[in-house]
C-alpha cells in the first residue's frame, strides 16, 4: 500500500456506488424537495413558478392534519405496545436453553423475511367478519365486532410486522449482559424484581430506545397495512402521499407530504444520536 | 444456579401467546390456499391444490413473479460488487470524506422507502424513464446494498490479515491477493449479503408500487393490486408460495452464516 495510490484507490473503489447513490438518492431527493414547492393547477399540471402554499396548506388544513396526527398517533401506540410485548419476550428468550432459543428466536425474527403484503393479506383474513377472530367472538356469545378497516385492525398488524425490530436490539443488548450479575444480585438478597429493575433494565434501555425509534419510524412511514387494512377513509401519511400521487395526480403537495414524513424520520434519528453520544459521554466520564 | 434462570410458568405462557401471535397470519394463509372452496374458507374436509393450478394458469402472476425473479438477482448480484468494493475502501483506508461516504452508503436505511419511491418517480419521469426494467431494477440496487455493504464490513474488519501480506511478500499482485485471499474469507459475508438482498428486493413493496409500468409490475406489487380487487384464495395461494420460497431462502441462509447473526447484527 504506497503512499502515492493511498490517494486514489479509495476513492476508485468507491466511486461506482458513490456515483449511482448520488444519482438515484441525492438528486432525486433534491428534485422532490423542489417539486414540493412548484405551483399546481388542476387544469395545466405543475407549473414553473414556486410557491409554499402546499406546505401551508398540509399545516393548516384540517384534513391533513387529521391524517398526520393519526399516523403519530398510531405509530406512538405501536411502539409502546411492541415495547410491552418485544422487551419481556426477549428477556425470556434469553433464558432459554438451546435448542429452544434458536428454534423460537427464529420463529420470532423470521417472519421480517416475509413480504409485508403477505403478512397484511394473513391478517385481513384472520379480522374480517367471516375471519377466525370474529367466529371465536361468536362463539363466546360476543357477536361479530367490525376490526377490519378499522384503527385496530391497522395497530395488531403494524404491532406484528414491527415486533422483529424491537426484540432485536433488546436481545442484542440482553446477550452483553452477563447472566451470573442478575444471580449475584439474587445471591446478595435482592428480589427478583428488584434484580430485574436495577441490573437488567439499565442494561436493556438503551436497546429499547433503539428499537422504538425504528418502529416509530417504521410504522408512520407504513403503506401496505394501511392501504389493505385501514380501508379507503383511514389514511395514514403513506397513503395519503400514494393518493395524491396516483389518484389526484398532485404531485406537488404529495412531494411536499413525503418531505414532512422524510423530515421527521430524520429528526428521530438524529435526536437519537444525541441521546447515544450523550449517554457515551457520561459512561466514559 | 441454572436452575434459578428457568422461564417461570407465567413467563412460558406469555411466550406462547406472542409465538401465536406471530406466527397466526401466516398458518392461516398457508392452511386457507389449500381450500377447495370458492371462497377464502379454512378447508375442513378435503385439501385441494385447485388454486395453485389457477396461479400458475394466470399469465399476470407469472410475468410478474418472473419479473421480480429477475430484478431481485441482478439487483443483488450488482450490490454485492458495489458493495465488496466500497467495503474495501471504508475499511482499509482513511481518507477525506470516508465518514460521508460510509453515511451516503448507509442512507437508504433512514430513508423511508416511500420517499425513495416518489424521489425515483420524480427522476424517472423528468428522464422518461418511467417503468424501465432497468431503472427499477437500479432502485432496487440502492435500497439493498447497504445489507450487503454491513455484512462485508462486519466480514472485513473480523479478517485476519497475516494471509495477505504473506501472499504480498510471495510476490502476488494485489488482484491475486484479493481474488484468491480475500475473497475466499469474507466469502460467508458475500453470500449472506447476496441472499439478504435477493430477499429484501423480492420483497419490496413500498418503493416498487411508484416506479413500476403494468410490463413491469412486480409480485409484491401485482398482489397488492390484486388484494385491493378481488379477494379469493388464489391469493393465499401466492402468499403461501412466497412463504415457502422465503422460508427455502431463510433456511439457506441460516446453514451459510447463521440467521441470527444476520438479523440479530442488523440491530
Redesign the interface.
Known sequence: MSSARADTTPWLLAAPGALLFTALVVVPLALTLMLSFHVYDAATGVKDAYTLAHYTAILSDSYFLNIFWRTLRLAALTTLICAAIGAPEAYILSRMREPWRSVFLLAIIGPLLVSVVVRTFGWSMLLGPAGLVNEAFRALGLGTVKILYTETAVVIALVHVMLPFMVIPVWTSLQKLDPMVEAAAWTLGASRFTALRRVVMPQVTMGLLSGSLVVFGLSASAFAIPALLGGRRLKMAATLVYDEYMHELNWPLGAAIAILVLVINLVIMLAYQRVVEARAKRTLG | ?SG????GPV??A??AL??G??????A??CL?AFTPAN????PTTQFSLRWFTAVFAHPDFVASFLNSLWVAAIAATIAV???V??G???D??D?RG?AA?NA??L??L???????G??????FA?LGATGSLFWLT??H??VV?PYVLRLVLAALSGLDRSAEQAAVTLGASSWTVFRRITVPMILPGITGGWLLAF?NS??E??MS??ITSPATVTL?VR??MY??ESIDPM??AV?AL??AV??A??LLL?RIFG??KI??G??
Not at chain 2, 434459578?4 to 422461564?7: E, G
Not at chain 2, 401471535?21 to 401466516?26: D, E, G, I, Q, S
Open positions: 444456579m434459578m434462570r428457568h422461564n413467563a412460558l406469555f411466550h406472542v409465538v401471535f406471530v406466527l397466526a397470519p401466516l392461516v394463509i386457507v371462497t377464502l374458507t379454512l460488487v458495489l458493495a468494493a466500497a474495501l475502501a471504508l482499509r483506508y481518507f470516508r461516504l451516503l452508503f442512507s437508504p433512514m430513508i423511508p422507502h416511500l420517499v425513495l416518489v424521489a425515483l418517480l420524480r427522476l423528468l437500479a432502485g440496487i440502492v446494498t430477499i423480492f420483497d413493496l413500498t408500487i411508484f409484491p398482489m397488492y388484494a385491493t391469493m393465499a402468499s412466497m412463504i422465503t422460508a431462502a431463510m441460516d440467521l441470527d438479523l440479530v442488523q440491530g
